[in-house]
Nanobody, 119 residues
Framework: QVQLAESGGGLVQAGESLRLSCAAS????????GAWHRQAPGKQRELVTE???????YYTDSVKGRFTISRDNAKNTMYLQMDSLKPEDTAVYYC?????????????WGQGTQVTVSS
């Protein structure tokens, strides 16, 4: 049974940084594309960024230049470095693993971690 567990969320002020981690129970990120999604109150869950097995990355426009996705296959962990945070980044952040955006539904999901950015 594959499990993903996020950590690193919290309350920060606008302009500050956070780093989220997603620990996998197995070598998931060397097999699948890893991704971070987020869901703000009253909004649909959205894809924020993904990283393929080959290291190619995708970012949604609103986070380009501020967020960086990475992974450490040896540690079975994926990261999301979030800099210059804005109040509109407030959401529950979920990590996921699968075949990639628009291909098939994401296969594995974490439970989510809350990120709150105050103005």
């Amino acid at each position: 049974q594959v499990q993903l567990a996020e950590s690193g969320g919290g309350l920060v002020q606008a302009g500050e940084s956070l780093r989220l981690s997603c620990a996998a129970s197995g070598s998931i990120f060397s097999i699948y594309t890893g991704a971070w999604h987020r869901q703000a109150p009253g909004k649909q869950r959205e894809l924020v960024t993904e990283i393929t097995r080959g290291g190619n990355t995708y970012y949604t426009d609103s986070v380009k230049g501020r967020f960086t996705i990475s992974r450490d296959n040896a540690k079975n962990t994926m990261y999301l470095q979030m800099d210059s945070l804005k109040p509109e980044d407030t959401a529950v952040y979920y990590c996921a693993a699968g075949d990639g955006r628009g291909i098939t539904p994401w296969k594995y999901w974490g439970q989510g971690t809350q990120v709150t950015v105050s103005s």
